[in-house]
Nanobody
Framework: QLQLVESGGGLVQAGGSLTLSCTAS????????IGWFRRVPGKDREFVAA????????DYADSVKGRFTISGDSAGNTVYLQMSSLKPEDTAVYCC?????????????????WGQGTQVTVSS
């Protein structure tokens, strides 16, 4: 079973930047699509971004377009989420997920494996 571990969360001031990492227990992500979601208490998980390599495509939620970048090497086992111009409303637990398909989806039900998440707090 694929295992995912997130890291890189922390406390940052509004306008600042953070880079999150999602590392898999397998040697390569090439046969998966990888997504980032975030959750806050009392709300459903919200799609943030996703990446696939066959073909190489990315997708972003409107709320993060132009501020966040998802990246990774299909031959590697780590996907990154670079976050800049952070806002207090970006505060959440950020989770990565893997899907047994190359197709990108933005719904949490489309993903098969999940990490535990890493906390991101943006202060005003």
């Amino acid at each position: 079973q694929l295992q995912l571990v997130e890291s890189g969360g922390g406390l940052v001031q509004a306008g600042g930047s953070l880079t999150l990492s999602c590392t898999a227990s397998e040697r390569t992500f090439s046969r998966y699509a990888i997504g980032w979601f975030r959750r806050v208490p009392g709300k459903d998980r919200e799609f943030v971004a996703a990446i696939s390599w066959s073909p190489a495509v990315t997708d972003y939620a409107d709320s993060v377009k132009g501020r966040f970048t998802i990246s990774g090497d299909s031959a590697g086992n780590t996907v990154y989420l670079q976050m800049s111009s952070l806002k207090p409303e970006d505060t959440a637990v950020y989770c990565c997920a893997a899907r047994n398909s190359y197709a990108l989806v933005s719904t949490q039900r489309g993903y098969d494996y999940w990490g535990q998440g890493t906390q991101v707090t943006v202060s005003s």
